[in-house]
């Protein structure tokens, strides 16, 4: 998409979210079916309140206030002391009560921001930013409308409907258009999704559904102070499609100014196939959803008290973590992200430091050999056998000299699969190096005893034969030679 | 005709002096004798209440002890859902809605072993003042047939000022139990908002509708708000507090109980009055005078724009409520070519007329731009006809005044023209829109012949105090021990 005449004019995009995240409380917003993702059975997880029958009424789950606060409270917000839930009105086949009920001028949260943070290569500086939140809300989702003949309603020859997804709880994030770029905006996506995981009030599966962004973007000139025409795009399934959509529209956007044509206040649809967006319906005017508050639930007060407990039981957040690990721990900006990415994974190695690891040894195990291993395995860190006390150990008995680092790496498979004792292990199986002088002396005499050609070429001046007599020294003890030590001794012999 | 009050029944139960399927079959006999006429009725269920009643009498016979309420008939508004039978609201849309479900009233009726002899008409969706509304019948009043009932609960209403059930349930939006019960000469009340659990009541106007008894005695309304009353975790706005017998409360006179301070309200008496209406009603007050109750007037100034307010707030909540009928999920389908087509057609033909323009009116009011002069503006005249209220309570203990400014009028006369109809509820609507109780207990006959109705209003949560004044009065007079020809 890049244009063959350089660009006169710099221009930049202004990009804003509005993400919907699923909570994962066990029951439905205002009833008690299961929120479980089922496709496959249809109308299962349903009751006449989430399909709206005639005299029923909505109760809230007390659940999903909490979890609201406290996403509200991760995010930086002020937590509204009375808030209220209200009606939005559109008729549509998967809303059962053609109205949804949301929050409109009293949501729960406002006022908030989060840092995302952008590291381009494994040494280099983390770029922080602080992207404002403008508001959090609770509301019910809607059911699911699956087409026959059409993707769309429009064009299908019928429309089954689906509500198990009807009443399970969302909040809906809104950002400040704060973000400037695809990169940004995957970024903030990612971190929301990584807070709510770590608030573990949400499973954030995009794939699933249960976390879905829509982009707000426009572009203008570097320096004009009015915004551009602004589109909405849709249907992105992942971060780098988020990321993709954006920069697409970038260019798109900058194109059609460039060739002046007009930007239309549309709806476009992010293709996942063509990597364009397509024109999906025209915005005539904002939607007029008739909002009023909702008569079937009282207001919303949270008390001090209460307030005080949810922010209590916080967890430490991932943007917390990475500047502790970094200011606390020494680690880089990198190795921070990598390891508070998933926060059982942060846990993990928090443990393993606990337990008297070397913290950038732990840190390169856990990004390492054992990070290799879960993704081939597509296993989570909690479900291999290998406990953090005991990577600690392992990583003492290197740091310590009892092993090499290439024997923990052998034995590392059978720790990951079976547990137990590294030390045991390696006592067990006689793995424990050997630092004794005369006895690496003895094996490297008899290497090079058996091996009077390669010697005779070192001594010619083909050094490089060096790793060999290495190699044998290592093969002949089993791999337990201490490798500085060898390297001394065996330069000494050899130079005859 | 009449089968006696509550505890009468209940005393010949236990004494075996009649068992609850003779009763019931009374009021069945009764049902088929007067409905011809009365048309209180949209669905009988004859076997189900024998069916209760047998269950009753098993338990008699059994030497087990039976609850005030068990094997007395009991009529249904066809606006609570109860499980298994069909609730329809009076309107097609809903023509043959079988509800998978109980409401939470119906269920403590059913707990309680009432027996229900059936469902009763109603203004389509509870939208009137008539129950000429209703899709599939008109309801006569039994003092005078060619008139009408009163609504939106006129089929409960007429039902037991007919004797074909001891007591029933309606539902008061804007007057939709007192307004019929005054038409009828029949009690009436509305309890405070949230007293009754509204789980299961087709909704109307959500921050306005409440269930309540209608009765032919103060007691037997009494009985049944024991019955109904009370938290229910189902609904959200019903209130966290204990239930008192209100049978308590039945005390004849106000001298011995401390006193008890009467406000006239004196906007409602005036202009658009009948006479009739205005004499009966003073009479009462004397009547609550002579029995010990010290009376003042008082003014609500704001009285008056209830009804323009109430006018916003009901339709704009019924426009939402009423949205669910799509033909998607469950009620009436018209098949169309396309999506568009089928809710329109659907919703064309499956209102009435007066619903259409209520979702009209509140559609229109809640739309951008208008929001703010209309709803907005009604909720903040909400808060101000609250606030006279409170001031009003503050020097008194129940006001007082006419519950409808009519008698009964003939079925037709105001069927052309709305807003002479929207006028009948100008004096309940106040104490809707306040969350308050309100009782109508019969006071009187106009030369015709038809009844006419005393409102007692009480503060919030004063059921107790409403009981009082309104048995006291009744126990001092006729009024309730008349009975309609039925011609």
């Known amino acids: 998409m890049t244009t063959s005449a350089p660009k006169k004019t710099e221009y930049e995009a202004i990009i804003g979210l509005e993400t919907h995240c699923q909570l994962n409380t066990e029951t439905k917003i205002f009833s008690s079916e299961s929120t479980k993702f089922d496709p496959d059975n249809p109308n299962t997880n349903v009751s006449p309140i989430c399909l709206g029958y005639p005299g029923v009424l909505p109760v809230l789950n007390e659940k999903v206030l909490e979890y609201a606060v406290k996403a509200g409270l991760a995010l930086n917000c002020q937590i509204a002391p009375y808030s209220k839930f209200d009606r939005k009105q559109y008729f549509y086949p998967d809303l059962p009560k053609n109205y949804q009920i949301s929050q409109y001028d009293l949501p729960i949260a406002e006022h908030g921001w989060l840092e995302i943070e952008i590291v381009e290569k494994q040494n280099s500086e983390p770029v922080r930013k602080k992207i404002g939140i403008t508001r959090l809300h609770m509301e019910e989702d809607a059911g699911k409308l699956n087409h026959a003949g059409s993707d769309r309603l429009d064009g299908s020859t019928y429309s089954l409907v689906d509500f198990n997804r009807a009443g399970v709880p969302l909040v809906e994030i809104v950002s400040e258009p704060d973000l400037r770029s695809g990169k940004e905006a995957a970024e903030y996506a990612q971190e929301l999704r990584r807070i709510m995981l770590y608030l573990g009030i949400s499973d954030g599966k995009m794939q699933e559904g249960s976390l879905r962004c829509d982009v707000n973007i426009s572009v203008r000139p570097v320096g004009q102070k009015e915004f551009g025409t602004k589109v909405e795009i849709k249907n992105m399934n992942s971060f780098s499609a988020i990321q993709k959509a954006i920069d697409y529209e970038i260019e798109r956007q900058i194109e059609a100014i460039e060739n002046g044509e007009p930007i239309y206040q549309e709806t476009r649809l992010w293709q996942e196939g063509s990597g364009t967006t397509k024109s999906m319906r025209m915005k005539e005017g904002s939607s007029d959803y008739r909002y009023f508050p909702e008569p079937d639930l009282p207001p919303i007060e949270v008390s001090p008290e209460q307030l005080k407990l949810w922010k209590s039981e916080l967890v430490e957040l991932p943007a917390q973590k990475r500047h502790r690990y970094e200011e606390k721990l020494g680690l880089s900006a990198y190795d921070a992200r990598v390891l508070t990415d998933d926060r059982t994974v942060a846990e993990y190695f928090e443990a393993a430091v606990a337990a008297g690891g070397d913290t950038k040894q732990v840190a390169n195990w856990v990004m390492g050999d054992i990070a290799a291993y879960l993704k081939s395995n597509e296993l989570s860190i909690t479900e291999i056998a290998l406990k953090p006390e005991i990577l600690a150990e392992l990583v003492s008995l290197i740091t310590k000299g009892t092993i090499s680092g290439k024997i923990a790496k052998d034995i590392l498979p059978e720790l990951l699969t079976k547990g137990g004792s590294a030390k045991e292990l390696v006592e067990k199986k006689g793995l424990i190096q050997i630092s004794d002088t005369g006895e690496i002396e003895k094996i490297i005499d008899e290497v090079i005893a058996a091996h009077p050609s390669e010697l005779e070429k070192f001594r010619n001046g083909k050094t490089k034969l060096k790793g060999f007599f290495v190699g044998q020294v290592m093969k002949k003890s089993g791999g337990r030679a201490d490798p500085k030590l060898t390297n001394q001794l065996l330069s000494k012999k050899l130079q005859g | ?487």
């Open chain 2, 1 to 487: 005709m009449y089968q006696g009050s509550i505890r009468e029944l209940h005393q010949q139960l236990v004494n075996k002096e009649r068992s609850a399927v003779e009763i019931t079959n009374e009021a069945l006999a009764q049902i088929e004798k007067v409905e011809p006429k009365i048309h209180a009725f949209l669905a009988v269920t004859a076997d189900l209440a024998l069916e209760t009643a047998q269950k009753v009498d098993d338990k008699i016979a059994a030497g087990e002890e039976i609850g005030l309420l068990e094997g007395i008939p009991i009529g249904i508004k066809d606006n609570m859902c109860t499980k298994g039978i069909k609730t329809t609201c009076a309107s097609n849309i809903l023509a043959n809605f079988v509800p998978p479900y109980e409401s939470t009233v119906t269920q403590k009726l059913k707990d309680a072993s009432a027996v229900m002899v059936g469902k009763t008409n109603l203004d389509e969706f509870a939208m009137g003042s008539s129950t000429e509304n209703s899709a599939f019948q008109v309801t006569a009043n039994p003092w005078d047939i060619s008139r009408v009932p009163g609504g939106s609960s006129g089929g409960s209403a007429a039902a037991v000022a007919a004797g074909e059930c001891v007591v029933a349930l309606g539902s008061d939006t804007g007057g939709s139990i007192r307004q019929p019960a005054s038409l009828c000469g029949v009690v009436g009340m509305k309890p405070t908002y949230g007293l009754v659990s509204r789980f299961g009541l087709v909704a109307f106007g959500s921050s306005l509708d409440q269930i309540g008894p209608f009765a032919r005695s103060v007691e037997d309304a009494a009985i049944l708000l024991n019955a109904i009353a009370g938290y229910d975790s189902a609904d959200a706005t019903s209130l966290k507090v204990e239930i008192p017998d209100y049978t308590k409360f039945l005390k004849p006179d106000f001298k011995s109980t401390g006193g008890l301070k009467v406000g006239i309200i004196t906007e409602t008496f005036g202009e658009g009055l009948d006479a009739s209406v205005t004499k009966a009603v003073r009479k009462a007050i004397a009547q609550l005078e002579a029995l010990g109750a010290e009376v003042k007037e008082i003014s609500c100034p704001r009285f008056r724009y209830g009804l323009p307010a109430y006018y916003i707030i009901a339709p704009s909540e019924a426009s939402a409520n009423l949205a669910r009928y799509d033909a998607v999920k469950y009620g009436m389908r018209q098949e169309a070519e396309n999506l568009v087509d089928m809710y329109t057609s659907t919703r064309a033909t499956g209102f009435g007329k007066e619903v259409k323009r209520r979702i009209m009116l509140g559609t229109y009011a809640l739309s951008a731009g208008y929001y703010d002069a209309y709803y907005l503006k009604a909720q903040k005249v909400r808060t101000l006809i609250k606030q006279d209220f409170e001031q009003a309570f503050a020097e008194v203990d129940v006001l007082v005044c006419p519950t409808s400014p009519s008698t009964a009028f003939k079925a037709g006369d105001k069927t052309t023209d709305p807003l002479s109809m929207y006028l009948l509820d100008l004096m309940t609507i106040p104490i809707n829109l306040a969350g308050l109780p309100g009782i109508s207990i019969p006071c009187g006959f106009d030369e015709q012949g038809l009844p006419i109705g005393l409102q007692l209003i009480g503060n919030v949560l004063r059921e107790d105090i409403l009981f009082h004044a309104a048995y006291a009065y009744e126990q001092a007079t006729e009024w309730h021990k008349q009975q309609p020809s039925l011609s």
